[in-house]
Structures are given as structure tokens and as C-alpha cells.
């Protein structure tokens, strides 16, 4: 079998041991004769594997009472519609923090159901750090305040929740979610695309504070986070196979001990990064210009020459260093370094860079 070191930004690397778990399983689930991908989404092996997977998730996250958790479809991106649609509903403004791409598509969706307000934007520097929050900035009342609390294409994120001036907070986490502690109490609404540190793409995690619910009436059935409260993310046939991947990462990750056990290895990981970028090298420079604004998950890098960053991804990619590449909007180099990827395969890297630099210097 080979199994390359993956830095891809998602769909992402997976636990090994959760993808043999899911072989073994895959023709005949717990002596069921089926596939979990073959029985109804209401059987009772099926709401055993659903039940596992949120109760798994609300250990991990310490998810108080009041919040619901629903497993949806259409990704983070059907949510930058939802949430307004559902939570745009006294003042119907909202603020947007403008810290990159992803947080500006949220923007663009928000407006059409109401006023956007950017607070705060750090566009005009292609987004290379994370722009600073005040609470003045959010004086005037508003439904809610949209950060993107990882910037997955450019290597920023939040390393404290911002104070809002008591606004209600919502955070699109799908690439860093259960990658640090965080309470969840901060936020009215958290959510994320699985497929970065959740599972396989196809589900998206949605956790809500109760009295966020139902505050929009005549919603599309689809779209109306009330709906799926009440039918227990079962309104129609959820992604069954992406629950049932995303139960048994969420299984493996309280089997690492947790996230206070991941978040030691993710800074560890992020660390042997940042230090041979800024102690060790004369060819490699991160890209982030605000140091305490970087990343833990996404480890953006460039040697500044365009031909030589490619030369190096593709130099990396033929020694089993996989999806180095930056996003295609920002450039150079990016290492996403989720829960799944080992401190080892960090070491890798860092050794090939090492490698890399001699060579080329
Ligand atoms: C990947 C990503 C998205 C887009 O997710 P989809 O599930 O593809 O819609 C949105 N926000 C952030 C922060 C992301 O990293």
C-alpha cells in the first residue's frame, strides 16, 4: 500500500486507521449484511451511527444544552446563504469581516437578504493578515457579526474570539474546527464543511444556538435551519456515508485524547513550520506579514520566484509530498496541517525543504 504525506486544503487526509475501519466495514456494517451506504437513513443502525457522531462532537466541544447540531448538505457555501436567510430577520443587517475570499462570498450572499456592513477588511493587502477588530466597530445594532475564523487560502486565523460590543457572533470554522480549544458559548452559530478536518466532503456541521432558531418564517423547507431542528437533520436522506466517516474521525479524535491532546500536536506541528521559516531559512519566507495572526492549520510560503515555487511543489509531489500548491488566487506554497496530518509528516517537509534550499542556493 502507499500512502503519500497529503497537505491538501480539502478534501483533505483522513486518519489511516478510520479509512481501514471503514473497509472492513464497508460490504457488511457490524453483521448487517449491508453497506452503511445501502440501508435507510432510519433504520436503527443508521441512528445508532448518527447519534455516535453528534454525541461524539458534543463531548469533544463541550456543546452546551441549548445548542442544536444539525448535519446538513451543500457545503459551507450553501450555508454563506442560509444563515442570512435565517438569521436576517429584526434589524436585517449584518456585519461581514472582509479577511479573505471566503469571507467576501459570505458577504456577496448576505446581501442579498439584507444590508452588509464590512466592518473590517484586509483586501487591499491580498488578505496577508487578519484585519484588527475593535468593538466600536460594531456600534450600530445588527442581527449578527460573520467571521471566518480560519482563512484557509491565505494562513490566517483568529487566536481569540473578538469582542463584538455584545453582537451576536457567528463563524464559519470549516478549517479549523476541532483543531484548538474553543467555547462554543462565544458564538450563536458555528459551521463547517466536513471536509477539511470533519470527514469526506458532502456533510456540513452546523452548530446553532436555540433561540436562533425559527426567527424567519415561510422559508424554503431546505433552506430553514427550524425545519431540520425539527426533524433531526433527517427532513430527507442526509448524507449517510459522509455521518458515518465523520463518527469514526470524531471516535479517533477522543481516542487522541481529545482536543486539548490535538491542539498540543497541532501547535507543535505549526511551530516546526514557522521556525524553519523564520529561524532557518534564506529561501523560504511565510507569506502572512502579521506573525500573531498565522495560521495552525493552513501554512502558507513562498521563495518569492514563481518558476522555483512550482519547481519546488513538483519536486515534493515526486517525493510523496502531496498538494503543496497554493490556492491559485494567492500563490506559493501552502501546507494544510488538519488533525490528520501527523507531526511527521511535518518533519517531512521540513526536512525536504532543508533539502530543497541546498540544493537551490
Ligand atoms: C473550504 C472553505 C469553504 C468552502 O466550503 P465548501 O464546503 O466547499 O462550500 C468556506 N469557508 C472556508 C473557511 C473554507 O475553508
Redesign the pocket.
Known amino acids: 500500500m502507499k500512502r503519500v504525506y497529503n497537505f491538501a486544503?480539502?478534501p483533505a487526509a483522513l486518519p489511516l486507521s478510520v479509512l481501514e475501519k471503514a473497509k472492513e466495514e464497508l460490504t457488511d456494517l457490524g453483521g448487517t449484511g449491508m453497506s452503511v451506504m445501502e440501508m435507510s437513513h432510519r433504520s436503527s443502525t443508521f441512528k445508532a451511527i448518527a447519534n455516535n457522531a453528534e454525541n461524539c462532537l458534543r463531548r469533544l466541544l463541550s456543546i452546551p444544552e441549548n445548542y442544536k447540531i444539525l448535519f446538513l448538505q451543500?457545503?459551507?457555501?450553501?450555508?454563506?446563504d442560509m444563515l442570512p436567510m435565517n438569521l436576517m430577520h429584526n434589524t436585517k443587517k449584518a456585519y461581514y469581516v472582509n479577511s479573505?475570499s471566503?469571507?467576501k462570498?459570505?458577504a456577496k450572499e448576505a446581501q442579498l437578504f439584507g444590508e452588509v456592513i464590512i466592518p473590517a477588511s484586509s483586501e487591499e493587502a491580498n488578505y496577508t493578515y487578519l484585519p484588527k477588530l475593535t468593538p466600536d466597530m460594531f456600534a450600530t445594532p445588527a442581527d449578527y457579526v460573520h467571521i471566518?475564523?480560519?482563512?484557509?487560502?491565505y494562513g490566517t486565523e483568529f487566536h481569540s474570539v473578538p469582542d463584538v460590543n455584545d453582537q451576536i457572533l457567528v463563524a464559519?470554522?470549516?478549517?479549523c474546527i476541532l483543531s484548538e480549544p474553543i467555547d462554543v458559548s462565544d458564538f450563536g452559530v458555528i459551521y463547517a464543511?466536513?471536509?477539511?478536518n470533519i470527514g469526506p466532503?458532502g456533510l456540513?456541521v452546523v452548530i446553532i444556538r436555540e433561540d436562533l432558531i425559527g426567527l424567519v418564517p415561510n422559508l424554503p423547507s431546505m433552506l430553514d435551519y427550524a425545519v431540520h431542528v425539527k426533524n433531526e437533520s433527517m427532513y430527507n436522506t442526509p448524507p449517510t456515508f459522509a455521518i458515518y466517516m465523520a463518527g469514526l474521525v470524531l471516535q479517533w479524535l477522543e481516542e487522541q485524547g481529545g482536543i486539548p491532546a490535538i491542539y498540543e500536536i497541532n501547535k507543535r506541528k505549526a511551530a516546526m513550520l514557522y521556525d524553519y521559516l523564520d529561524h532557518q531559512s534564506h529561501l523560504f519566507h511565510g507569506i502572512v506579514t502579521n506573525k500573531e495572526d498565522r495560521s495552525l492549520m493552513s501554512v502558507t510560503f513562498t521563495t518569492k520566484d514563481k518558476d522555483l515555487d512550482s519547481r519546488f511543489c513538483k519536486e515534493a509531489e515526486a517525493a510523496g509530498l502531496c498538494n503543496l500548491k497554493g490556492h491559485r488566487i494567492a500563490g506559493g506554497m501552502r501546507a494544510s496541517i488538519y488533525n490528520a496530518v501527523s507531526e511527521e509528516a511535518v518533519q517531512a517537509l521540513v526536512r525536504f525543504m532543508a533539502d530543497f534550499e541546498q540544493k537551490n542556493s
Open positions: 486544503a480539502g451543500g457545503g459551507a457555501s450553501m450555508q454563506f479573505g471566503f469571507a462570498k459570505a471566518t475564523y480560519n482563512n484557509t487560502i464559519d470554522m470549516t478549517s464543511g466536513a471536509q477539511k466532503a456540513t
